[in-house]
Structures are given as structure tokens and as C-alpha cells.
């Protein structure tokens, strides 16, 4: 296991900020594009900082956009092995079993459920979806695993949610799975048509 088994996703903004001024060092526009986790990632950064420099964001097969909520024995037994200097430790493993992932250490549980107010929203604060005024495109494949939610109802949430935003889209992509396997020209094509769509759209501005 890597990646986000470990991760401290409330820190994911410094990675993305450092990724953003790389690409915009010579005044460039931006179209980020977030896959699985990355999705979630680029919402949290854009909803906390509202970047002038992106003009519109693709979240890409992100069900991580709207995660049942922290289990709280998982936080009560992740604090536990946290405090007794196992924070590095994994969780029972199925812990995850909602996710691509199937299990997550003690410390990256903690810090979800610190990230779990501003990303999903809690006590009045918005989730960061909500909070983002760019453009959006979010598509799904139909040949994905989508746990607890159908392709529709998760479309459906994300253009209910991002109610902030100038411009929503949302598509499910036929016969693709989570990894574009076959499918690459089909996605390059999606992006070639959003990245034209804005730029007409800045263009018109």
C-alpha cells in the first residue's frame, strides 16, 4: 500500500500549490485535473484559496467527494494507537472497504476527520465543493465500481452541491473503468473539449 494510506490530506494544498506555481511560472491559466482522491484534492485547494490562475477544474472518477461520514470506534482506536507511538500502523484491514484502498494508518484517519469539516462540510460550514466558483467538469465511467451510490445520484450530487460555480458538467464516459484502460483517447477528448470551452469562455469574458 501508498499513497493515501499514509497521506495527511489536510497538508494536500502545499503539494498543490507547489505543482500550480510550476505550471503557471510564465503567467500560463490552469485546468487542474483530479483523479480518484486527487479529485478531492483539488476541490480542497481551490475551495480554500480560489486560485485566479485556474479557470475550470475536472474531477475525474473522485467518489471521494462525498465519504460517509468518520467512524467514530475507527477515530476512538486510531487516537489510541496514535498515542501509544503507533500512528503509522494501519487500521484493521476492511476499514477502508468503501474505498480503492482497503485500509488506512491511525495517523491519515485523524486527519481526515480534522479535514472532514471543511472538505464535507459540518456546523455550518459549507463542504468545499460548494465553496468553489470556477468552472467544474466531473465525469464517471460506466464500466467503474461505484460503492453505495449509482454513476447518476453521484452526477447528481456534484451539480447539486457546486452551487457556487459559474459552470457545471457533468458526463458519464461509456465503457470506461477507473484507469482509462483502452480508453485514453476517449478521456483526451473529454479534456480537449473542456480545455476548448473555457477558453472561449475566458475569451468572451
Known amino acids: 500500500l501508498a499513497g493515501s494510506a499514509w497521506e495527511a490530506f489536510s497538508e494536500s494544498p502545499l503539494d498543490v500549490s507547489a505543482w500550480f506555481d510550476f505550471a503557471a511560472k510564465d503567467g500560463d491559466r490552469l485546468m487542474p485535473i483530479g483523479h480518484g482522491q486527487g479529485g478531492a484534492k483539488i476541490v480542497y485547494y481551490q475551495s480554500e484559496r480560489q486560485d485566479p ?20 470506534e475507527l477515530a476512538s482506536l486510531a487516537a489510541s494507537m496514535a498515542a501509544d507511538g503507533r500512528g503509522q500502523d494501519l487500521l484493521p484491514w476492511g476499514s477502508r472497504s468503501t474505498r480503492q484502498v482497503a485500509a488506512i494508518s491511525a495517523n491519515a484517519y485523524l486527519d481526515l476527520r480534522r479535514s472532514e469539516e471543511l472538505l464535507y462540510g459540518a456546523n455550518g ?34 451539480r447539486r452541491t457546486a452551487t457556487a460555480s459559474s459552470l457545471v458538467r457533468t458526463k458519464k464516459l461509456p465503457n470506461v473503468d477507473y484507469f482509462y484502460e483502452g480508453k485514453e483517447t476517449v478521456v483526451a477528448n473529454e479534456i480537449a473539449k473542456w480545455c476548448a470551452e473555457l477558453q472561449e469562455l475566458v475569451e468572451t469574458a
Open 53 to 72: 490562475r485556474v479557470i475550470g477544474m475536472t474531477i475525474a472518477s473522485s467518489a471521494s467527494l462525498f465519504r460517509d461520514k468518520i467512524n467514530e
Open 125 to 158: 460550514v459549507a463542504p468545499a465543493l460548494a465553496r468553489i466558483r470556477c468552472p467544474i467538469l466531473a465525469w464517471y465511467g460506466t464500466r467503474e465500481r461505484l460503492v453505495n451510490k449509482d454513476i447518476d445520484d453521484f452526477l447528481l450530487r456534484v
